[in-house]
């Protein structure tokens, strides 16, 4: 007999438990599918897992700045990497624990069936010999750690995030393979726990940075805690004693594991989408409409990592509240998306924000720079390195985006995104507050650069807003 829904999710990652939170607020009759491990990609082998390790990491990082200070014993310090790791495990079962009691922990077995589904027609799956027919279906059943196949024989000394965070002890040695943001953030926590990292990707850039400035000063900083090779793909063979040998170019070094880092691929194998009836793209997702979610004209969703498009939590979140919200109405609503923000939380972070340097038009926009190095506050945190670049419509000063490499730029990302999504100008910026001695204020001193490179002059101090 077929089990009739109004709506199936299939993934309880974070963009299918977004979905369900807008579904079961207009239907009882509905079913989550999940056939992995349960409590979200961020929460387990993702955001959170990856930010212990790098708050570890900058603990003991700060230590080199202690003399000055006048601090002493800092050399002595040690990090215990078995305890750190179990640092690192025992806050990520906090965060798992906390998902799965708000979430899977608390449906009925009608609600939640453990099984990897795969589509018989557009709405008719099948799960554990079951069948479902559901009047809409929401794909959301996220990506997965790429692996090359040939370096199959060498997978038993392969680490991808899927197993990093369960490791109990660390190798000596890694070449973490792949410099995107996993790799940096990774890489450099990694160092700073006391392996020894060598950084390779084949793009001449580290972290996705495409501002030449903000790539080449990224490059020079992070490049002086370990090796960074760019520009050559890695090559990897045995080299004896269970150890491996890996190769960029004319580099070689011989590690004890890889950390590989190369990108993620949707998970979609298993879910039969060819029975959709619709053109898949090269890694097998197919097209939708990024501000309603539908597949086509499917009575389809698909929402998070699945996608392959914005791989950030936050965008995952909005996509299954789209896909969820639309599953449930008549008809679609398209829904705005929000101004791409996206942080690398390594150290100095790497912040890209509204538009990529590589789609601006150099003619058309203006840019203003600050090199933090004359920071007051960063000087003071011993943290003044690295640059802010901001972009800006040539024409009236609208903010069109920026990318930032500096500490604690994490925040100045969401002040300039933020702005940006309010269609802000350099000179309504300029005019708002800000506090002293704080790191907004190389925010500020861009902003300044950049409003320098317009001929307008007000009649009064561009801080000041006359009273209308
Ligand atoms: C190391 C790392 C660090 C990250 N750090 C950050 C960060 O700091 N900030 C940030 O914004 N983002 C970060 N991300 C990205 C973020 O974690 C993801 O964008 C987000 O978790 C994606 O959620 P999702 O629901 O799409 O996928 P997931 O949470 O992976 O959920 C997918 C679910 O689908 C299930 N599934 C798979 N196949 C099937 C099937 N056939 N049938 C049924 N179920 C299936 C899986 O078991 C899983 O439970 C990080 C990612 C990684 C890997
Ligand atoms: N802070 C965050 O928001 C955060 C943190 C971690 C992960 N994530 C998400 O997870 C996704 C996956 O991260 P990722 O770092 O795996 O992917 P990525 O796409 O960011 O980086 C992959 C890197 O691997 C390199 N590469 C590919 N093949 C290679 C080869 N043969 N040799 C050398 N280098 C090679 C690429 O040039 C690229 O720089 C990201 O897109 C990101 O959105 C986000």
Known sequence: ?????DVAILGAGSAGLYAVGQVRKATDNWVLIDGGELGTTCARVGCMPSKVAIQI????????????????????????????MEHVQDLRDVFVDKVLS???????????????????????LEVNGERIEAKKIIIATGSTPLVPGAWEPFRDRILTTDEFFEQESLPASVAVIG???????????????GVDVTGIDMAETIGGLEDPVARDAAIELIGKEFPLWLGQAAEVSEAGEGRLKVTAGDNEVVVDKLLVCMGRVPNVKTLNLEALGVELDAKGVPAFDPHTMQVGDLPVFIAGDVTGERPILHEAGDEGRIAGFNAVQDT??????????????CDPNIVMVGQGWGELDEDAIAV?????????????????????????????GRI?????????????????????????????????????????????????????????????????????
């Open 368 to 396: 203003g720079e600050v090199k933090m190095g004359l920071l007051g506050r960063a000087i003071i945190m011993g943290r003044n390195r690295g640059v802010l670049r901001v972009y800006a419509d040539k024409n009236d």
């Open 400 to 468: 069109l985006g920026a990318t930032f490499v500096a500490a604690l730029a994490e925040h100045l990302g969401h002040l300039l995104c933020w702005a940006i999504s309010q269609h802000l100008t350099v000179f309504d910026l300029l005019s708002l507050p800000f506090y002293h001695p704080t790191m907004e204020e190389g925010l500020q001193a861009a902003l300044y650069d950049l409003k320098g490179k317009f001929d307008e002059e007000l009649d009064h101090p561009i801080e000041l807003k006359p009273l209308k």
């Open 332 to 345: 679609p609503v398209a829904f705005e998306r929000k101004t791409p923000l996206s942080i690398t939380f």
């Open 179 to 193: 410099l995107g943001v996993i790799g940096l953030e990774l890489g450099q926590a990694l160092h700073r726990f």
């Open 102 to 124: 708000t979430s899977t922990d608390e449906m009925s077995e009608e609600e939640f069936i453990e099984g990897n589904a795969r589509f018989v027609e557009p709405n008719v």
């Open 1 to 5: 007999m077929t089990r009739q829904v």
């Open 57 to 84: 990491g900058e603990d003991m990082h700060r230590r080199s700045i202690f003399e000055r200070e006048g601090i002493e014993g800092g050399d002595s310090l040690v990090l215990n990497q078995e305890d750190a």
